[in-house]
């Protein structure tokens, strides 16, 4: 049988499902790529991936008319390509024309359905499908990718009111619904409320081989999964990004020829039949019923973990491993689930929250109001990436935090604008056990704790799209203890290293970098210096507060110190917090206040100190200033600056706040905010202590 000019060769049912001698062995192949950038990234990074990855694929892939693939292209990316590299994005439509390139839907800004709500999941997936159909024409995707592999059987009736038929996840999956292996080449079914999914499981082994080992090798091992008589299919869905981006793989995919090695290697075998998979599931039946647990990768699930219960995961692995135990053991060491992440995160959980309360007023809206603009914003707003970490930094990288807060915090302004809210809200929105306090204006917006330190949570500036109080609590991460380790590569292998076993350092990292913070870095966070303590001052709120005052009052207990009240209230452009003695004391000495402000510049050349109109340094520098009253911190990328004020002088001290992360270019250091520590104060009866943070659009 020949291979046809176009999508390579489609098996009839007679060939396909029949006993025929002249089959012999067959093996479809079902090659699927996810091309994924996050909201916000970098233009000169998507510009990178394009010309290292994207375009070299397409390209290289569009010379094999008779190689077939399926494709998918996350919404947010996809826009932007359409945009800035429309005449690449104009082959893939040639592609999908003829039929060698099926294109997947997803959540158009890349969500884990499981996170938001249903309603959101359709409208994500009915976005994209629709955005596709629009510009490649054809019917709507009945594939979809599931982002991240995050499994839930609530998304099932989701994905079919968006008309999905079927979705790819790890055969992992599977494992741990107590599935054979050996089962595993082909597609099942599932039901959620009597909705059906059809369910394909991607090989982990391809996953692990593709393109890491030389093409020759994988075509080869392809071939060994095929049987007598039976069209089974090897199941390949993974990051495009492996294809050029990853450390070494645009010399090695391309440079090298591995891509085009492989897929010369594919076309000249007898064995292997190249499909997409609608082309598989339309001349294929089901394997049968199957209900899949919560869960994602294997390596997700032990991303999720807090350090010390990684670490145990970690050693439970090990140990399966060192006794030969592990492929039989592995469906049974779990780890944890995907919305772990906002339990360990509370940076990610008070993201996810304010985003949870923006989706609720939105769809309150009468239809007419729910804008394609505002809708855009709050799907922005549900991308993935910023809420969890990983191999990839996520949740470390404050573009990609603040690219959500900016979506969220220009919708919000928004929709007060045809919906107003009250300036002052007392509600407990991210379930932690107490009431924040939320106040507002025009311009600005604050959140306070409700419990601990009663410190500033979110501090936003309506006319510049920024969250001041959008920085990391610095945790420890069990992968921080592979710094200790030297890369290894198997000598008998010819092929690279996976990125998820290298062990390589973007930047030097010492033992001060490690610190893990005891409080979770905000805005206004309260010390006691005295000698010997420093210890944060635990606050109370107040039983009552008015409904029409913009000021949210809390009474302060802490360490066998008097009593202290700190207020909060908004100016037209300021944040004021007031400390004044409380009814049990006339005076507190030894108050230190900590304000870590996040500016987008973080330690580049945009953004430096000012005090008296001198420039003093970079947001990077360590500074003291004694007896000074004010600190002006500017920042070109934010066009915007902010001016920290203080009712008598004090000493002002700055340092750079990094964390140390894990991304796949190796182990690196990350601004996430500036220290800003303002100290040598004592409050008294005559004169309270007044500090503002004015924050003013150049």
């Not at 990074?45 to 494709?71: G, I, K, T, W």
């Not at 932690?432 to 009663?454: F, K, M, W």
């Not at 500017?634 to 964390?659: A, F, W």
Request: proline residues 6%; charged residues 20%.
């Amino acid at each position: 049988m020949k291979r046809g000019a176009l999508c390579g060769a489609l098996l009839t049912d007679s060939e396909s499902q029949t006993s025929n001698p002249a089959m012999s062995k067959k093996i479809a192949l079902l090659l699927g790529v996810h091309a994924h950038q996050p909201v916000g990234n970098f233009p000169a990074v998507m510009e990178d991936a394009h010309h290292r990855c994207y375009r070299p694929f397409l390209h290289l892939l569009a010379q094999f008319p008779e190689f077939p693939c399926s494709v998918h292209f996350s919404g947010w990316l996809l826009d932007y390509l359409i945009e800035h590299h429309r005449d690449d994005m104009e082959l893939l439509k040639t592609m999908v024309v003829r039929g060698q390139v099926e294109l997947f839907t997803a959540g158009y800004a890349e969500p884990v359905l499981a996170a938001i709500p249903e309603v959101d999941r359709v409208g994500q997936i009915r976005f994209l499908s629709e955005r596709i159909q629009e510009f490649f024409g054809g019917d709507l995707p009945r594939g979809s990718w599931l982002t991240e592999r995050v499994w839930e059987s609530s998304v099932v009736p989701s994905l079919r009111q968006s008309g999905v038929r079927y979705v790819t996840v790890d055969d992992y999956h599977f494992l741990c619904a107590g599935q054979d292996s050996a089962t595993l080449q082909g597609y099942f079914t599932t039901e959620e409320g009597g909705e059906p999914l059809d369910i394909f499981p991607i090989a982990e082994s391809l996953r692990y081989k593709i393109p890491f080992t030389p093409a020759s090798e994988v075509v080869s091992y392809i071939e060994s999964l095929a049987k007598e008589n039976k069209l089974d299919a090897g199941i390949y869905f993974d990051d495009i990004e492996k294809f050029g981006i990853w450390p070494e793989t645009y010399e090695w995919v391309y440079e090298k020829g591995w891509f085009e090695q492989f897929i010369r290697g594919v076309l000249s075998s007898d064995i292997i039949s190249p499909m997409t998979f609608a082309q598989y599931h339309a001349q294929s039946h089901t394997r049968g019923p199957v209900y899949l647990p919560t869960t994602s990768y294997i390596e997700m699930n032990e991303w999720t973990l807090p350090a010390s219960a990684a670490r145990r995961f970690s050693a439970m692995v090990e140990r399966s491993r060192w006794e030969n135990r592990y492929t039989e053991d592995r469906p049974f060491i779990r780890g944890g689930i995907w919305r772990n992440f906002m339990m360990r995160y509370p940076e990610a959980n008070h993201l996810h929250k304010r985003m949870l309360g923006l989706s609720q007023r939105f769809h309150a809206l009468d239809v007419a109001a729910q804008t394609a603009e505002r809708r855009r914003l709050l799907y922005e707003s549900q991308a993935n990436d910023a809420y969890w970490h990983g191999l990839f930094g996520g949740l470390y990288l404050p573009h990609l935090r603040r690219a959500l807060y900016a979506a969220l915090i220009e919708l919000e302004r928004d929709l007060d604008t045809i919906a107003p809210r009250p300036p002052q809200e007392r509600r407990d929105f991210n379930l932690d056990g107490y009431d924040e306090t939320l106040i507002h204006n025009e311009l600005l917006q604050v959140i306070v704790a409700g419990s601990g330190p009663a410190h500033v949570l979110e501090l936003d500036s309506y006319q510049l799209r920024q969250n001041f109080a959008d920085t990391l609590t610095r945790q420890a991460e069990h992968y921080h203890d592979k710094m200790t380790q030297q890369p290894t590569l198997p000598q008998e292998s010819s092929g690279l290293a996976n990125p998820h076993d290298r062990v390589a350092f973007k930047d030097v990292i010492g033992p001060e970098d490690m610190t893990v913070d005891s409080v979770r870095r905000a805005l206004f966070t309260d010390y006691v210096t005295a000698a010997p303590i420093h210890a944060p001052l635990e606050y109370v709120p107040e039983s009552a507060m008015s409904d029409t005052s913009l000021t949210a009052s809390f009474h302060c207990q802490t360490l066998n110190w008097a009593g202290m009240i700190k207020s909060f209230s908004l100016l037209s452009q300021a944040l004021l917090v007031t400390y004044t003695p409380g009814p049990t004391t006339s005076s507190l000495n030894g108050l230190a206040v900590e304000l870590n402000l996040v500016m987008p510049s973080c330690d580049g050349p945009a953004g430096r100190f000012e005090n008296n109109g001198k420039i003093l340094g970079g947001f990077g520098d360590v500074l003291t200033l004694e007896s000074v009253s004010q600190l002006m911190l500017r920042d070109e990328v934010l066009r915007g600056q902010v001016t920290l004020g203080c009712n008598v002088s004090c000493r002002i001290q700055t340092r750079p706040c990094y964390s140390v992360s894990q991304s796949e270019a190796g182990f690196e250091k990350i601004l996430q905010s500036v220290t800003v520590t303002l100290d040598a104060f004592a409050v008294n009866e005559q004169e309270p202590l007044i500090l503002s943070l004015a924050i003013i659009p150049l």
